[in-house]
Nanobody, 117 residues
Framework: QVQLVESGGGTVQAGGSLRLSCTTS??????????MAWYRQAPGKQRELLAT???????TYTDVVKGRFTISRDDSKNTLYLDMKGMRPEETAVYYC?????????WGQGTQVTVSL
């Protein structure tokens, strides 16, 4: 059974930094794990893609987070990270990680991030 568990959420002041973690039950650098990604969903808004990483380590970022957020992983821990800096109040949301494994998308339960003024 594929499980993803996010952690590291909390409250951060505007301009501050936070690191999110996503620990998985599957090998994240495995050929059958096509890619992993971070999303967020603010209240009343659609889920928004933030960053992706392929099993080969190639990364992509959406324009809104490029230069401020960094996606990375620790293969020995089967853990994906999202390092966020320069946080903005409008980035208050539930942050999710996702993995495509054997062609199926799996999601974690999400972790709340609140950016205060």
């Amino acid at each position: 059974q594929v499980q993803l568990v996010e952690s590291g959420g909390g409250t951060v002041q505007a301009g501050g930094s936070l690191r999110l973690s996503c620990t998985t039950s599957i090998p994240i650098n495995d050929f059958n794990t096509n890619f992993m990604a971070w999303y967020r969903q603010a209240p009343g808004k659609q889920r928004e893609l933030l960053a992706t990483m392929t099993n080969g380590g190639h990364t992509t970022y959406t324009d809104v987070v490029k230069g401020r957020f960094t996606i990375s992983r620790d293969d020995s821990k089967n853990t994906l990270y999202l390092d966020m800096k320069g946080m903005r109040p409008e980035e208050t949301a539930v942050y999710y990680c996702s993995a495509r494994h054997w062609g199926t998308d799996y999601w974690g339960q999400g972790t709340q991030v609140t950016v205060s003024l």
